[in-house]
């Protein structure tokens, strides 16, 4: 591209002193010509919004859920002793999808599935409007392992308002933390996951968006600017 502008710029000098034919054809050879011949390519230079950037395609969110899925089992071959919990709103599409592929590979078992939400347990429900879901755990949670599925782990508040929404619901055992994505490096509490679809490093300036076809019409992870 620089090549042709600086071509250009020459092949414009150069016709202000003479344009003899045969001037032209000793400076300029035919491979020069035929470059000049063609308007220069300047979509360099248009700079577009880089918009959305993919993090998982829906092929490798297809893969990464049936990993969870096995990650999990592979701690407890048949969830007798463990329940799983998706969060409200957004954690329960991803909690919907690894239940159903354990469901799938133990089809005589009774998974034990719930969801919780956490609306009102929040450190910023007074600071925010914010609109409450349902909850449905239709089982004690009292000395059990308890897993709570996530989509996006950010700072951590989420899991801490959580932790403290279970407390309704008896005293487990033991509580662990699966999430599609985590978000390194952001925490503003000290929680970790247990079970990691993938870890990703991102800006402030930068969220995460998982979309879903059963709401958003396609499915991928994607990372947009604020």
Avoid at 95 to 112: F, G, H
Wanted: charge should be neutral.
């Amino acid at each position: 591209i620089w090549i042709e502008i600086h071509a250009y710029s020459f092949l414009i000098s150069f016709i202000s002193y003479g344009t003899a034919e045969s001037v032209r054809s000793i400076m300029f050879p035919n491979f020069l010509m035929a470059i000049l011949s063609r308007p220069p390519d300047c979509s360099i230079f248009n700079f577009k919004s880089p918009g959305l950037k993919t993090v998982l395609n829906e092929q490798q969110l297809a893969i990464t859920i049936k990993r969870l899925a096995h990650q999990v089992l592979e701690n407890d071959l048949t969830l007798s002793d463990t329940v799983l919990i998706g969060l409200q709103p957004r954690g329960i599409f991803v909690s919907d999808q690894v239940v159903d592929e354990i469901k799938q590979m133990l089809p005589l078992e009774n998974i034990q599935y719930g969801k919780l939400d956490i609306t009102f347990y929040r450190d910023d429900v007074r600071k925010e409007l914010h609109l409450a879901n349902h909850t449905d755990i239709p089982f004690s949670i009292e000395n059990k392992n308890v897993i709570l599925i996530d989509d996006v782990l950010y700072t951590g508040r989420t899991i801490r308002a959580a932790l403290d929404a279970l407390l309704d619901f008896g005293r487990p055992a033991k509580v662990e933390l699966c999430v599609l994505i985590d978000r390194r490096f952001s925490r503003q509490l000290p929680i970790q996951p247990d079970y990691v679809g993938k870890s990703i490093d991102s800006l402030i300036s930068q969220r995460v968006k998982v979309f879903w076809k059963i709401r958003d019409g396609k499915q991928e992870v994607a990372l947009l600017e604020r």
